[in-house]
T-cell receptor
Framework: NAGVMQNPRHLVRRRGQEARLRCSPV?????VYWYRQLPEEGLKFMVY????????ESGMPKERFSAEFPKEGPSILRIQQVVRGDSAAYFC???????????FGPGTRLTVT | AQSVTQLGSHVSVSEGALVLLRCNYS??????LFWYVQYPNQGLQLLLK??????LVKGINGFEAEFKKSETSFHLTKPSAHMSDAAEYFC???????????FGRGTSLIVHP
């Protein structure tokens, strides 16, 4: 069984460009979570989605960041007009309905130049 | 709000020595507790978890952890370190009824030959 897939693994963007990060959950998982990790820090929760619904986006910056998990296709984390401070590793995780255990993808490392 | 404290950003042990990674949490009710391991440039992998029942939990790769409610702790141990255990370890807590964990800042385990 395939685990959580994320692409691209590495993404370089210039300041002001848009970054799109994709996450395909484990087959059968309907819950997706996005986290951001900065060097020497743990993971910070950003957003929790179920199919076609945002359940909790309390960790997401109010501006420039958005996320979706459509009925078909992967979950997308979108960062508009990137700034250098957005450089980080972004991890996606998925879980089954009602489960507390999350399965993590390998992450996308975003570098803003 | 809950918080997670991992004492020691770096722990160094010799191969074959005991591994002890500390995790304390603050929460008004006993949360669900997790330990994850992260190898370089990879996502997080679940080592073990405590939700209910026996307070001594065994995980993968010979690791175990004990939930001590009176000490609000969930320390991770392994009797004998292997070189392959060198990685970053994260403790996480989730309050009952929530699916969103709070992560500690991580402890880097260094294993010397």
């Amino acid at each position: 069984n395939a685990g959580v897939m994320q692409n691209p693994r590495h993404l370089v963007r210039r300041r002001g460009q848009e970054a799109r990060l994709r996450c395909s959950p484990v087959k059968g998982h309907s819950h997706v979570y996005w986290y951001r990790q900065l060097p020497e820090e743990g993971l910070k929760f950003m957003v929790y989605l179920q199919k076609e619904n945002i359940i909790d986006e309390s960790g997401m910056p109010k501006e420039r960041f958005s996320a979706e998990f459509p009925k078909e296709g992967p979950s997308i984390l979108r960062i508009q007009q990137v700034v250098r401070g957005d450089s980080a590793a972004y991890f996606c995780a998925s879980s089954q309905d009602g489960a507390y255990e999350q399965y993590f993808g390998p992450g996308t490392r975003l570098t803003v130049t | 709000a809950q918080s997670v404290t991992q004492l020691g950003s770096h722990v160094s042990v010799s191969e074959g020595a005991l591994v002890l990674l500390r995790c304390n949490y603050s929460s008004s009710v006993p949360p669900y507790l997790f330990w994850y391991v992260q190898y370089p440039n990879q996502g997080l992998q679940l080592l073990l978890k405590y939700t209910t029942g026996a307070t001594l939990v065994k995980g993968i790769n010979g690791f175990e952890a004990e939930f001590k409610k009176s000490e609000t702790s969930f320390h991770l141990t392994k009797p004998s370190a292997h070189m392959s255990d060198a990685a970053e370890y994260f403790c996480a807590v989730t309050p009952p009824g929530s699916y969103i964990p709070t992560f500690g800042r991580g402890t880097s385990l260094i294993v010397h030959p």
